[in-house]
C-alpha cells in the first residue's frame, strides 16, 4: 500500500463523533482537494479491524456483519489492493549473488526456464483435456434423459413433467457448483480473465493464483457448463493457465506446504509475472486450439512487460499446450496420433469454395461490425448496472447460490418454452450431423430447428450455425434466440459460478448474423451471391465477441486458427477493428468494467491525455515514513505495526543537517524485508558479540515468499527493541526517484514501463520530500468532465 499519512478507514454507518460518510452516498460536500503539504486527513467511517478496543455488543454485531445493502460508489478507490514488485531490489546480497553466477549458470537458468513453460504448457492441456471430457460427459447424460423423456411424453401428454425434469437437472449441476465458489473459493468465480489482467499489470488480487482456485474454478466450470448456463469453458481455462504457472514456476505449493526446493531462483514478483503470462497463453491455446493467438492474447490483453526472449518461451508453452490435448483427446477417441483436434471448441473447417466474398460485400462487414459494437455496448451497460445490483445486494453465499440455481431454472424454461412454441421443423439429413435431434412436434423423418440451438452445449451449436447448410433455420427461429440468448447471457456473465463469456458472445453473434446473411439472400435478386449463410455467421459472431471484450489482433487471430482458413483475416480485422471503435464510443470493453467496479488501482499504457499540468508534487504522498542507515529495532516494529498506515516501502536518508528537514535519499527498504531481518534478529549488537548467527542470504527471502508473516507473529523483547539493525546490506541503494517538479504523464510513463511499486520524489538537493506509489497514478482518470480524481476507501 502506498506511503500514505492519511488515516483511512470503513464503516457502513457514521463515526460516534458524528463525521459522515458524504462518499458512500453520493453526496459530496466540495471537491476533496488533496493539500499533502498541511497533511489532510479524511475519513470514510470506521476501520473495525483497527479499533480493536471499541466495545461491540452482540446486536450491533450482528448488524455490522449482515448489512442488507453494501453501498458501491464509482469515485472510490480501494485501499485493500497492494502492488507486486516487479522492480527487482539490487541490494548488495542480490548483486553477489548475481556477480557469483557464471555464464554456464546464466544459460541452465534459460534452460530452466523454457523447462517450466514447457510444464506449463502440458500440465494446462491436461486439465483443459479433463474438463472436455467431463462436460461431455455429463452434458451428453443430461441432454440424452431429457431428450428420453420429452419423446415419451409428447405421445402420452404431459410435457411439463420434462420441463421440471430439465429445470431440476440444470439447477442441481449449477447448484453444486456455486455452493463450490461462493463458500470455499469466491475468488474462482466469472472467467478469471479480469483478476489475470489485474495481476499481471502489477496488483496483487488476494487469492488469485493458489491452488485451491485452481480446483474449485476447474470443478466450478464443470458444473456451469453442464448445468446448462449460457457459458463458456474457454474463458476460465486462461485463468486456470495462469494459477497453474504461478505455482510450477515456485517449484513448491504453499497451501499444501510442499517445498520441492526447485525453481528457488525464481521466486519472485518480476520472474513469476512472466511465467503467469505464458500460463495464459497456454489457457487461450488449449481452448481454441491457437498458439499464436494464445501469444497474442497474452500481448494485448495480459501482459504489462514485454520482450522478445519472453515471447519465444510463451510461443513454446502454448505449442505445448496445444499439442498435449489433442494427443489425450486423440487417446480418448480411440484415435491414437491422430492430432486433428485443435482446442476445446471446434469450429470445423470451411471449405474454399463457400469462403469467397467480394468487395461489394465490405460495407456489409463494416455494417455488421458497427452493429456488433452497439450490441455488445449494450451487453455491458446491461451486465454494469445488474452487477452493481449484486454488489450491493446479492452480497451473501445463500443468495448467491440461489440466484445462480434461479438463472439455470429460468435458462431451462425460456429454452424449453421456445422450442415448445416453435414449428420451425427441418429434414434430418443423410449424415445425422445433429447430435440431439428432437422431433417433439414435427413429422417422422424431420427435427425441431430450435432445438439444435437450445438442446445443445454452446460450442455445438455454435459450429451448427457456421456450417449447417442454407435453409436449415428460418428468421424467426434466429431473431428469437437471439434476443432470447442475449438477455441470458447477460445475467449470467457475473454469477457465482465459475464461467466465460467467449462462446456466449460468439453463439449470439453467429445466430443474428446467420439472420443478417438470410435477409440479404431475401433482398437481393441473384441467390448465388448470398448462398452462405455460413459465412455471414462467421463475421456475426466475431463482431459480437469484439463489441463485448474488444480485442482486435488476438481475436482475428484465433478465429483464423481456430476457423482453419486464413480467407477471412481481413474481413475479420475490420469487424473487429469497427466494433472496438463504435463500442468504446459508448463503454468500455467488460473486462475493464468489471476491474473498476472493483475499484481496482489498474494502470493503463498512457497517463490521462490531459494531465500535464500535474507534477508529482500534487500527487505524491507526504510527508513520508522513512528510516536512517542504521535505525533502532523498536521504531522499525512501532512502524511496521500501525495499522492505520500499513505501509510497504520506506525510503532509508542520511540526515545532514540536526532540524527537521528530510534526509537525502540513500536506498529504499521493503516491509517484506525488514519482517524477514526481524525474525532472522539480524541486529548489529548480535553481529558483534558471540551470538553472530551464520550470514543472512537471498535464500531466507525467497523461503519466506510470497506469505511473509506479519509483523504480529514476530516477539520482539524489551531488551531487543533497544537494539539496532544496519539496513545497508539489504536495502536497494539505487532506487528510481524523480524531481517534484516532473509531470504526471512523465512519472506515469516511468511507473508503468519499468513495473515500479514506489517512486521517490526529491527535491534539488536529493532530499525525500514524497513518495508515489501505484493508487496515487490510478486516482486520475477521464472523466465526463475532463480530469477526475477518484477518492481512496478501505472497501
Known amino acids: 500500500m502506498a506511503n ?165 437437472l440444470n439447477s442441481a449441476f449449477v447448484m453444486v457448483g456455486a455452493l463450490a465458489v461462493a463458500f470455499l473459493e469466491p475468488t474462482a468465480a466469472g472467467s478469471g480473465i479480469p483478476q489475470i489482467k489485474c495481476f499481471l499489470n502489477g496488483v496483487k488480487i488476494p487469492r488469485v493464483v493458489r491452488l485451491k482456485t485452481l480446483v474449485i474454478k476447474v470443478f466450478g466450470v464443470i458444473c456451469s457448463v453442464a448445468g446448462g448456463l449460457a457459458v463458456g469453458k474457454e474463458g476460465p481455462m486462461i485463468h486456470s493457465g495462469a494459477v497453474v504457472a504461478a505455482g510450477v514456476s515456485q517449484g513448491r505449493s504453499t497451501s499444501l506446504k510442499r517445498d520441492f526446493k526447485i525453481f528457488e531462483y525464481f521466486r519472485r514478483d518480476t520472474e513469476k509475472r512472466d511465467f503467469v503470462s505464458a500460463g495464459a497463453a497456454a489457457g487461450v491455446s488449449a481452448a481454441f486450439g491457437a498458439p499464436v493467438g494464445g501469444v497474442l492474447f497474452s500481448l494485448e490483453e495480459g501482459a504489462s512487460f514485454w520482450n522478445q526472449l519472453l515471447t519465444w518461451r510463451i510461443f513454446f508453452a502454448s505449442m505445448v499446450s496445444s499439442f498435449t490435448l489433442n494427443f489425450f483427446l486423440s487417446i480418448y477417441h480411440g484415435k491414437l496420433g491422430q492430432l486433428s483436434s485443435p482446442g476445446l471448441i471446434n469450429f ?77 421443423c427441418q429434414p434430418l439429413g443423410q449424415d445425422n450431423s445433429e447430435e440431439y435431434p428432437l422431433q417433439l412436434f414435427c413429422a417422422d423423418g424431420e427435427y425441431n430447428s430450435m432445438a439444435t440451438t437450445f438442446f445443445n452445449t454452446p460450442e455445438r451449436s455454435v459450429r451448427s450455425l457456421f456450417h449447417n447448410p442454407p435453409g436449415t433455420y428460418n428468421p424467426m427461429t434466429l431473431g428469437v434466440f437471439t434476443l432470447a440468448y442475449f438477455f441470458l447471457a447477460v445475467w449470467t456473465y457475473g454469477l457465482t459460478v465459475s464461467a466465460g463469456v467467449f462462446i456466449p458472445s460468439l453463439l449470439i453473434g453467429a445466430a443474428w448474423g446467420r439472420l443478417f446473411g438470410i435477409l440479404l439472400s431475401y433482398i437481393a435478386s441473384s441467390q448465388s451471391i448470398w448462398a452462405d449463410p455460413g459465412k455471414y455467421a462467421l463475421i456475426g459472431a466475431a463482431a459480437q465477441l469484439g463489441g463485448i471484450v474488444r480485442m482486435t489482433l488476438s481475436l482475428t487471430v484465433i478465429l483464423i486458427e481456430a476457423t482453419g482458413n486464413v480467407t477471412y483475416g481481413f474481413p475479420i480485422m475490420l469487424v473487429l477493428m469497427t466494433a472496438k471503435i463504435v463500442g468504446d464510443y459508448f463503454i468500455e470493453g467488460l473486462y475493464d468494467v468489471h476491474i473498476k467496479l472493483q475499484s481496482v488501482p489498474f494502470l493503463h499504457w498512457d497517463a490521462p491525455p490531459t494531465s500535464h499540468w500535474l507534477t508529482a508534487r500534487e500527487v505524491m504522498s507526504s510527508p513520508v515514513t522513512c528510516f536512517n542507515r542504521v535505525e533502532k529495532v523498536g521504531r522499525i516494529v512501532d512502524v511496521l505495526s500501525n495499522t492505520s498506515t500499513n505501509h510497504n516501502g520506506f525510503p532509508v536518508v542520511i540526515h545532514t543537517t540536526e532540524n527537521d528537514e528530510p534526509g537525502k535519499i540513500c536506498g529504499l527498504i521493503l516491509r517484506s524485508q525488514l519482517i524477514v531481518l526481524l525474525k532472522h534478529k539480524v541486529f548489529v549488537e548480535r553481529a558483534s558479540s558471540r551470538l553472530r548467527q551464520r550470514k543472512l542470504q537471498l535464500k531466507d527471502f525467497r523461503d519466506a515468499y510470497p506469505r511473509f508473516p506479519p509483523i504480529q507473529s514476530i516477539h520482539v523483547s524489551q531488551d531487543e527493541r533497544e537494539c539496532m539493525m544496519d539496513l545497508t546490506e539489504f536495502m536497494n541503494p539505487t532506487p528510481y526517484t524523480v524531481p517534484q517538479e516532473t509531470s504526471l504523464p512523465r512519472v506515469f510513463k516511468l511507473f508503468r514501463a519499468l513495473g515500479l511499486r514506489h517512486l521517490v520524489v526529491v527535491d534539488h538537493e536529493n532530499r525525500v520530500v514524497g513518495l508515489v506509489t501505484r493508487k496515487d497514478l490510478a486516482r486520475y482518470h477521464v472523466g465526463k468532465d475532463g480530469l477526475e480524481e477518484l477518492h481512496l476507501a478501505q472497501t
Not at 452493481?388 to 429454452?415: D, K, N
Open 4 to 168: 500514505i499519512a492519511k488515516k483511512v478507514s470503513w464503516s457502513s454507518r457514521g463515526d460516534d463523533r458524528g463525521e459522515r460518510t458524504p462518499l458512500l452516498n453520493g453526496a459530496e460536500d466540495g471537491k476533496h482537494d488533496r493539500k499533502l503539504s498541511e497533511g489532510a486527513m479524511f475519513h470514510i467511517g470506521r476501520l473495525s479491524t483497527v479499533d480493536l478496543e471499541e466495545e461491540i455488543t452482540p446486536e450491533e454485531d450482528i448488524v455490522r456483519s449482515r448489512p442488507k445493502e453494501i453501498p458501491h460508489n464509482e469515485k472510490l478507490l480501494s485501499l485493500k489492493f497492494e502492488s507486486l514488485d516487479y522492480d527487482n531490489s539490487e541490494n548488495q546480497l542480490f548483486l553477489e549473488e548475481e556477480r557469483r553466477m557464471s555464464h554456464m549458470g546464466f544459460r541452465c537458468l534459460e534452460i530452466r526456464r523454457w523447462v517450466i513453460c514447457g510444464l506449463i504448457g502440458f500440465l494446462t492441456g491436461l486439465i483443459a483435456c479433463m474438463i472436455d471430457i467431463a462436460v461431455e460427459k455429463l452434458a451428453g447424460y443430461k441432454y440424452l434423459a431429457v431428450k428420453e423423456n420429452i419423446e415419451k411424453y409428447t405421445e402420452l401428454g404431459g410435457l411439463s413433467i420434462s420441463l421440471i425434469l430439465w429445470a431440476v
Open 348 to 424: 470445423g473447417r470451411f471449405d474454399s469454395d463457400t469462403v469467397q466474398y467480394n468487395l461489394y460485400e465490405i460495407p456489409l462487414f463494416i455494417i455488421m461490425g458497427a452493429l456488433g459494437g452497439v450490441l455488445g455496448a449494450l451487453f455491458n451497460v446491461i451486465n454494469y448496472w445488474l452487477t452493481i445490483f449484486r454488489i450491493r445486494y446479492v452480497h451473501r453465499p445463500c443468495l448467491q447460490v440461489m440466484e445462480a440455481m434461479l438463472v439455470a431454472a429460468v435458462t431451462a424454461t425460456v429454452s424449453f418454452a421456445l422450442i415448445y412454441s416453435s414449428n420451425d
